[in-house]
């Protein structure tokens, strides 16, 4: 919804929050200094991933591939300008993140992370329901930015502490871009709850279309508990304090409440997934599987 439909400006509403920075007039993304890990650092040190925690990363960068490949679609179609860019930006970021968690997670088995992303069947993917949810509207794409951003934030922040270096590397440079998720999801909440009756509906409606896919987020499984007890990974029910405190207090100030609904069968871990899924691939894949080896 352009500015001058009844919504709030930007500055209006934006706060500095407790262990996040404000939002960079220059850029919609933050500049990660200093000698992050890239994929290509993994791939070319021969890190190999012990085969446990390569299916533990191949959930993480699946997370963040699928929902990459959802907010670009977001590209000139925003509500605003501004908005092209930092969807777009997001997006970019996420990218990075999940080309990090492939990559190790291929050094298992020989494969490229364009292997894992173009060569895999829907079965294969592991990521959570959540992020191969539609874009809907504006509004809807919010909503699900909150729960991902949030739930990304407690992840990798706990993820720092890793005793799997290359995990606790890769979690290190994208909590600092995760923050700046956050930021973004938090401040658009506000806006479109203390806007126009109609931005208030939409975005309330859209938090209850997505909370019924915030408990899949936070469910232990065998390889979670396994990895977890070794401090390679992170129980998922470990999360999920810090992610209703933090999606709480912006929903709080934005005067709306925690959608009271029931939650989705989920399944996104063992390869169970919507058919949503299935047609964001046919997209995704389509360029590498018409042109295989092809390189530009």
């Known amino acids: 919804m352009p500015a001058g439909q009844g919504l709030p400006a930007r500055h209006v509403l934006h706060q500095v929050r407790r262990s ?13 200094p200093g000698n992050a890990l890239r994929p290509e650092d993994i791939a070319a040190a021969g890190i190999k991933a012990p085969a446990d925690v390569a299916e533990y990363a191949l959930r993480l960068g699946d997370d963040s591939l699928i929902l990459a490949q959802r907010l670009g679609w977001w590209i000139s179609r925003a509500p605003e300008l501004e908005e092209d860019v930092a969807l777009g930006n997001i997006g970019l970021d996420l990218l990075g993140h999940a080309r990090s968690f492939l990559t190790y997670a291929g050094s298992a088995s020989g494969r490229t992370e364009d292997d894992l992303a173009y060569w895999r069947r829907e ?87 997505t909370w019924p896919y915030v408990g899949e987020l936070f469910e232990d499984d065998d390889l979670a508990v396994s990895l977890a007890a070794t401090g390679a990974a992170v129980l998922p029910s470990a999360l999920r304090e810090g992610f209703d405190a933090g999606v709480g207090a912006v929903l709080r100030e934005a005067g709306l409440e925690v ?16 058919e949503n899924l299935g047609y964001l ?4 894949q389509v360029l590498a599987r018409e042109h295989p080896g092809a390189s530009w």
């Open 259 to 274: 959608p009271a609904v029931p939650a989705a069968p989920g399944g996104g871990r063992r390869g169970k997934h919507s």
């Open 20 to 32: 996040e920075a404000p939002v960079s007039s220059d850029s919609a993304t933050r500049i990660t």
């Open 123 to 209: 079965g294969e993917f592991r990521s959570a329901h959540l992020f191969e949810q539609p874009n809907g509207d504006f509004g809807r794409t919010i909503a699900r930015q909150l729960v991902a951003s949030f739930y990304l934030y407690e992840l990798y922040t706990a993820l720092m502490s890793s005793t799997d270096p290359t995990l606790a590397a890769i979690s290190a440079k994208a909590v600092k871009e995760v923050d700046y998720h956050r930021d973004h999801s938090a401040q658009w909440i506000l806006r479109l709850a203390g806007g126009t009756e109609e931005s208030r509906r939409r975005i309330t409606r859209a938090l209850e279309l």
């Open 281 to 284: 691939l046919a997209e995704m």
